[in-house]
């Protein structure tokens, strides 16, 4: 019978009291242990392993043996023999007795010269082979011996009382035969043939498989969100769908697996960033909520960093055409999946710009933006977008910003221009324009405690006291630490940027990416350092004057050069014009067609060059410049013609004498030249706005309230005085209020009735009765004489 393990296991209360030393003692005992007995096991085997291969190669020579194989030897050997042999009747009875007896125990005599066994054996070693195998002692099946793990002694009244317990014994042969049975019961089955199932029963079984897998990722989501802190091995759960291998689910287990965890991270990330632990804090004792939140942030940024491996790895396999070896999901179905995974990242990127790894996210989706495939190109564009406008502080931005550099000077500028015009997008204009006004505005000054001493009494000295201590708790609220770093960081990202606007000015001139540089310019040109002013507007005007850029291209080329001076170029004494000059004569390039677009930048342009500087214009230019753009709003769209006239309007309450354009008598010596390239000595003044008389009868509305409000001498009240909407709005807003992209007319156009039908339906009124025949066909031949 086979004995039963009866001793107690020690209980976890009576462990947990034993100290660590103990219980490092108790381990090293225990593995010592188990070395000494396997180390004795092998060595019995061992000694049975030789004691087996001695006697099956080795076999007992008996002496007849010997004689007989001495028989056959050459007959040399026979006769030397002889000759040695002593004769035997030469020798007494007793010493042949003797002989004989000797012959018998002889050894070396009788030894077999054949073996390899040496000459000066002991003689232990001659004993028979099968004996020395009787004496190996037998080894029955009995129980392995069971090891005992020493416990704490019990100390009582009569004395110490030592503890121990049988450690179990695994039964490894009963394991053996029963993970043989469970095998071949697996080739069993594996053996029997599976069922063949229609398309409609394999649809079926489909949705059920697919149905099943979306509740067990909505019950680990909802487990998840409820209780976060616990329930961190749902989560990675939740993961490891990410590897579905079913091949009839997987692709769509997938992708609902990863919309799901980008959803999860979204909402249970915290708003701050999680550190690592230092070695001294991971020694400290803290309390058990302390070490909850602990457990639950490690695990958090682990599943998280797991999460967009997988994600990365996704888009990885697709821009590589890397099929795995499982053969789950096919090459084109990669496809879904990385644009899957390519939207998780830039939700993550928008969502979660605090948190960890967002750098890394940065890293994923900046090269994205120039991918051929314009579905994911677009996504990552709209994305750096979304960023740039929500980043307050600038750390973010300042990232995709740095990595947009690196990759247009890798690239060698050959990248799309998208990649370049999403800096418009950043917020740097607005934090600079405050900055100045801080600048200009005095700061506060607190008095010193001579001028209070000498201007205050006691008790106001004490009240001025807490009033200033309770104003500087004020500003240091007002975080003026946080706006210095602001400001730091924006001046940071603004060089990176103008880093890559001139390398691409200076070594990629004919680049496509030379128009989203100029326009970035033309919005960033006014926070340019005043050094470079010279140098940039020299390039500027070359690449006007080379004739290589294309129309919009040098508007942009124009609206920058006036940035440029508008701000800080103002106390520069420079003349700009020939890009008056430019414009003037380039203005009739602009038609209805394609380039209509164009006039929205025009009308900037106009805007900085008039408005804005108009100090240092002439009035010949201004009345050049009004004669050429009224003659323009003859042959563009409505929208177009709306924002000219806007400006002209400007132009004519701007400048002085503008109503000379009104009066039909010249006056001045000369005719007006409208071929010639300056407008300073066109001759404008002896012309008149003609084209106002042909723009009252415009078929668009608005742009016939601008011509006659024009005519009135664009008056700020009164009768000739146009609308709130349209006198407040600037000629950009409307030139965008009036388009016509959508195919619809603004204002719409009332639905008008038929003449036809207004007829008939006058007929069936009046002339309904059959008597009235002939008074129906006369007023017809009246009113269709030509038999309408």
Not at 142 to 165: C, F, M, N, R, Y
Not at 664 to 687: D, F, I, K, M, R
């Amino acid at each position: 019978m086979e004995r039963k393990n009866t001793k107690r296991v020690p209980s976890f209360r009576k462990l947990l009291r034993t100290s660590q030393i103990k219980l490092d003692n108790k381990l090293k005992n225990k593995q010592y242990k188990q070395k000494s007995a396997a180390k004795k096991y092998r060595k019995e085997q061992k000694k049975l392993r030789e004691a087996v291969r001695d006697a099956i190669s080795r076999k007992p020579f008996p002496l007849e043996e010997c004689k007989k194989k001495q028989v056959g030897k050459s007959g040399k050997w026979e006769e030397k023999e002889e000759e040695v042999a002593l004769p035997l009747d030469m020798m007494d009875e007793d010493d042949l007795q003797l002989m004989e007896d000797l012959a018998q125990k002889a050894s070396f005599l009788t030894r077999d010269l054949s073996s390899n066994e040496p000459v000066h054996i002991k003689k232990r070693k001659h004993e028979s082979v099968i004996e020395k195998y009787e004496k190996v002692p037998r080894r029955l099946q009995t129980e392995p011996e069971k090891e005992l793990i020493h416990l704490l002694p019990i100390k009582d009244k009569s004395g110490i009382i030592p503890q121990a317990v049988e450690k179990p014994v695994l039964n490894v042969a009963h394991d053996e035969e029963e993970d043989a049975e469970e095998m071949e019961e697996a080739e069993d089955t594996n053996e029997e043939p599976l069922p063949i199932l229609t398309p409609e029963e394999m649809a079926a079984q489909r949705r059920q498989k697919l149905q099943e897998r979306k509740m067990h990722i909505a019950a680990l989501a909802s487990a998840i969100l409820s209780e976060p802190d616990n329930n961190m091995k749902k989560l990675k759960e939740l993961r490891a769908m990410l590897m579905e291998q079913d091949p009839n689910v997987a692709v769509i287990v997938r992708k609902l697996v990863m919309v799901s965890l980008m959803e999860i991270f979204k909402d249970i990330v915290p708003s701050y960033k999680i550190r690592p632990l230092t070695e001294a804090e991971k020694a400290t004792k803290v309390k058990k909520e302390t070490q909850k939140l602990r457990e639950f942030e490690e695990g958090l940024v682990s599943q998280y960093k797991f999460y967009l491996e997988n994600l990365e790895q996704t888009i990885k396999d697709w821009k590589q055409r890397k099929l795995k070896k499982s053969n789950v999901i096919s090459l084109k179905a990669y496809k879904g999946l990385a644009e899957v995974a390519v939207k998780c990242l830039c939700e993550l990127l928008v969502a979660l710009p605090h948190f960890n790894f967002h750098n890394n996210i940065i890293v994923l989706i900046v090269p994205l933006m120039n991918d051929p495939s314009k579905m994911i190109s677009e996504l990552c564009v709209e994305a750096v977008k979304k960023l740039f406008k929500q980043d307050k502080l600038g750390y973010a931005s300042l990232g995709v910003v740095k990595v947009i550099s690196g990759l247009v000077r890798g690239r060698n500028y050959d990248v799309r221009p998208e990649v370049l015009k999403v800096f418009l997008h950043l917020r740097i204009k607005e934090v600079e324009l405050q900055k100045d006004s801080e600048d200009i505005a005095p700061k506060k000054k607190f008095m010193t405690y001579k001028e209070k001493r000498k201007n205050l009494s006691r008790m106001q000295r004490k009240w001025r006291k807490a009033e200033e201590k309770l104003e500087r708790e004020l500003l240091e609220a007002e975080a003026s630490e946080s706006k210095e770093k602001k400001l730091k960081l924006h001046t940071e990202t603004l060089n990176i940027v103008f880093v890559t606007y001139f390398r691409i000015l200076k070594k990629a001139q004919k680049s496509p990416l030379l128009p989203a540089v100029l326009e970035g310019l033309a919005k960033f040109a006014h926070l340019i350092n005043v050094e470079f002013f010279d140098d940039l507007l020299i390039v500027l005007h070359s690449l006007i004057a080379s004739g290589d850029l294309s129309y919009r291209e040098s508007l942009h080329c124009i609206l920058s050069a006036f940035h440029i001076l508008s701000g800080q170029g103002d106390v520069l004494n420079i003349d700009p014009m020939k890009f008056y000059t430019h414009l003037y004569k380039t203005l009739f390039s602009l038609h209805a067609g394609g380039t209509n677009e164009d006039i929205g930048i025009v009308l900037q342009c106009l805007d900085v060059m008039f408005a804005k500087r108009r100090k240092q214009v002439s009035q010949q230019r201004a009345l050049a410049f009004l004669k050429r753009l009224s003659i323009l709003a003859l042959h563009v769209l409505p929208n177009s013609s709306i924002g000219i006239l806007a400006t002209n309007r400007i132009f004519m309450q701007t400048f002085p004498r503008m109503d000379l354009l009104l009066d039909n008598e010249s006056q001045g010596s000369g005719v007006y030249l409208p071929e010639l390239e300056e407008p300073e000595h066109c001759n404008a003044q002896n012309t008149a706005l003609w084209e106002l008389h042909l723009l009252q009868r415009h078929y668009h509305p608005t742009v016939q309230k601008f011509a006659s409000h024009l005519i009135a001498g664009a008056p700020t009240e009164g009768s000739g005085a146009l609308p709130l909407d349209l006198s407040q709005r600037s000629a950009a807003e409307l030139f965008e209020t009036y388009c016509m992209k959508e195919m619809t007319f603004n204002p719409p156009v009332a639905s008008v009735t038929p003449r036809r039908k207004v007829i008939a339906d006058f007929l069936a009124l009046f002339c309904n009765d059959e008597l009235m025949f002939v008074q129906k066909a006369i007023i017809k031949s009246q009113l269709f004489p030509q038999g309408g």
